[in-house]
């Protein structure tokens, strides 16, 4: 692991497990619309920013009831439940940054969560403090899967991209940071890996302890995916 300059973690479904509280109050929200049979529609807004997430819903709810309505209670849902007490934080995750803080390799945070509230969840688990940077996706024109803030990230850290690790959960964030030319460990959360995203040659481990013992030697130097590809 020493032979990477920075390791660049995902926040939500990867060192915190928020992406279920998100889906949990998802479903309260689509029951409050009676809307229950849209419940498939979460699965597609896994790792994306805001105004990403916002346009599926318009895309998808429109005609069926207010987009904004329905975006605004499921965020004062969600909210209230993740500021009222710390969000769980995933197993293995302390022992992973206390491990490379023993390293003294850089740490830094490239979510597609606002910077603030990033912020402010990490402190809560009491997380912050492992992390040099923390880039929220406020911070990037075009969130997950397009690369840019895998690239922000590095640029701000100045160190090339492909002397990075990026950790992630979901299909968005790997592309992201595949696409920024990064080497990827995929920890899945909510959705397992299709047989496509495989195909791009990342690594895929069970849980984030198991980075700590991984065997970097057989670690893929190029991977398969269309570098720069561009997911718009």
Not at 203 to 210: H, I, K, M, P, Y
């Amino acid at each position: 692991m020493n032979n990477f300059k920075a390791i660049i973690f995902d926040m939500d479904g990867l060192l915190l497990d928020s992406e279920k509280i998100s889906f949990d109050t998802f479903n309260e929200t689509l029951k409050l619309f009676n809307l229950e049979k849209e419940n498939k529609l979460f699965y597609q807004m896994i790792g994306k920013d805001e105004k990403s997430w916002k346009n599926l819903l318009k895309e998808n709810l429109s005609g069926k009831t207010d987009p904004n309505k329905f975006a605004k209670v499921w965020s004062d849902l969600y909210k209230k439940e993740t500021t009222s007490k710390p969000i769980p934080i995933k197993d293995g995750a302390v022992a992973l940054l206390n491990h490379l803080k023993d390293l003294k390799l850089i740490t830094a945070i490239a979510t597609s969560t606002k910077t603030n509230t990033a912020k402010e969840k990490l402190k809560n688990a009491r997380l912050l403090e492992y992390f040099q940077l923390v880039i929220g996706g406020d911070q990037v024109k075009k969130g997950k899967p397009n690369p840019d803030i895998y690239l922000h990230v590095a640029d701000k850290l100045s160190v090339n991209p492909q002397q990075c690790l990026a950790l992630e959960d979901s299909e968005n964030g790997v592309k992201s940071a595949i696409s920024a030319n990064m080497r990827v460990i995929q920890i899945p959360d909510m959705v397992q890996p299709s047989n496509e995203l495989k195909q791009l040659g990342h690594t895929v481990l069970a849980s984030l302890e198991d980075v700590i013992c991984y065997d970097f030697s057989s670690f893929p130097s190029v991977l398969g995916g269309n570098v720069y590809e561009s997911y718009n």
